[in-house]
T-cell receptor
Framework: NAGVTQTPKFQVLKTGQSMTLQCAQDMNHNSMYWYRQDPGMGLRLIYYSASEGTTDKGEVPNGYNVSRLNKREFSLRLESAAPSQTSVYFC????????????FGQGTRLTVV | AQKITQTQPGMFVQEKEAVTLDCTYD???????LFWYKQPSSGEMIFLIYQGSYDQQNATEGRYSLNFQKARKSANLVISASQLGDSAMYFCAMREGVSGNTGKLIFGQGTTLQVKP
């Protein structure tokens, strides 16, 4: 049972390069999320998708785009990477109801130089 | 707007003692859920405990309990009989529920707990 799978685990980008972080879940969850984790800032919500076909901005959406490709997959795209986007990125999924926990991927450590 | 605040960046506790990690929240939604997660140094996020806004009793899961004070909008995590393996970062999180199960889940800044032998 894979749960939530993120790829890649590590990535180094040069400023201005683009990349897509992939996330897939096999739990038939409706809701999916992208967070970034920075020291002292906790986890901040970038974008989320309450259900297939919908996406909404979170707390820190600038510089990112997302695609909910289908119920399983939710990708995060950096069109022109900046050093300020150096962070650890987590994808998560849940059923979306108020009383169910989210399940997390293992994280992607992204460095932009 | 929904907000979660953890005011303790770091905490120390002696092994076998109890420790309380603070969490306050703000929401205008009468239906919400509160969650605590543990993040060890390996980086994975581990779900610990859940409390619903309409739950009459405080949640408990083994050595973890949640001290839920609704009027004060606080949801503190209590870890009893601390173990060395409890050393980790702990996050409080909240999901609002009334607005059509949007499932938006937001987190606090986290508290790093170190257990001393």
């Amino acid at each position: 049972n894979a749960g939530v799978t993120q790829t890649p685990k590590f990535q180094v980008l040069k400023t201005g390069q683009s990349m897509t972080l992939q996330c897939a879940q096999d739990m038939n969850h409706n809701s999916m999320y992208w967070y970034r984790q920075d020291p002292g800032m906790g986890l901040r919500l970038i974008y989320y998708s309450a259900s297939e076909g919908t996406t909404d901005k979170g707390e820190v959406p600038n510089g990112y785009n997302v695609s909910r490709l289908n119920k399983r997959e939710f990708s995060l795209r950096l069109e022109s990477a900046a050093p300020s986007q150096t962070s650890v990125y987590f994808c998560a999924s849940s059923t979306g109801t108020v009383n169910t926990e989210a399940f997390f991927g293992q994280g992607t450590r992204l460095t932009v130089v | 707007a929904q907000k979660i605040t953890q005011t303790q960046p770091g905490m120390f506790v002696q092994e076998k003692e109890a420790v309380t990690l603070d969490c306050t929240y703000d929401t205008s939604d009468p239906s919400y859920g509160l969650f605590w997660y543990k993040q060890p140094s390996s980086g994975e996020m581990i779900f610990l405990i859940y409390q619903g806004s309409y739950d009459q009793q405080n949640a408990t899961e083994g050595r973890y309990s949640l001290n839920f004070q609704k009027a004060r909008k606080s949801a503190n995590l209590v870890i009893s009989a601390s173990q060395l393996g409890d050393s980790a970062m702990y996050f409080c999180a909240m999901r609002e529920g009334v607005s059509g199960n949007t499932g938006k889940l937001i987190f606090g800044q986290g508290t790093t707990l170190q257990v001393k032998p």
